[in-house]
């Protein structure tokens, strides 16, 4: 699989995550979604960084990584709270949520 096969393979990463968050009303897919979108950007940047030789993608990947995770735990703590208030996972509920 060529440069181009890669670049193909994070957009296509990259819009299957768009059309989850912005057709699912789940927040676990909306989440899940998020992530393929970190994932699809991720492949880019490292791809673009190797045909480039140099290391910047990589590092940028890293950080993306670590914004990742932080997205995760943030986002399964909220899932949490909205659970004990409202008792579903659905997003237009959390809509509502004021306070």
């Known amino acids: 699989m060529g440069t181009s096969g890669f670049v193909l393979l994070g957009f296509l990463l990259f819009c299957l995550g768009i059309f989850g968050v912005l057709s699912?009303?789940?927040?676990?897919?909306?989440?899940?979604?998020?992530?393929?979108?970190?994932?699809?950007a991720g492949v880019n940047f490292i791809i673009?960084?190797?045909?480039?030789?140099?290391?910047?993608?990589?590092?940028?990947?890293?950080?993306?990584?670590?914004?990742?995770?932080?997205?995760?735990a943030i986002g399964?703590?909220?899932l949490i709270a909205l659970y004990r208030v409202k008792h579903t996972a659905n997003v237009d509920v959390a809509r509502e949520l004021k306070g």
């Open 76 to 78: 399964l703590g909220l």
């Open 48 to 72: 673009f960084s190797k045909l480039w030789n140099n290391l910047t993608g990589q590092i940028f990947t890293i950080f993306l990584i670590a914004v990742a995770a932080g997205e995760a």
């Open 24 to 40: 699912r009303r789940n927040f676990i897919v909306v989440l899940l979604s998020v992530e393929l979108m970190f994932t699809g």
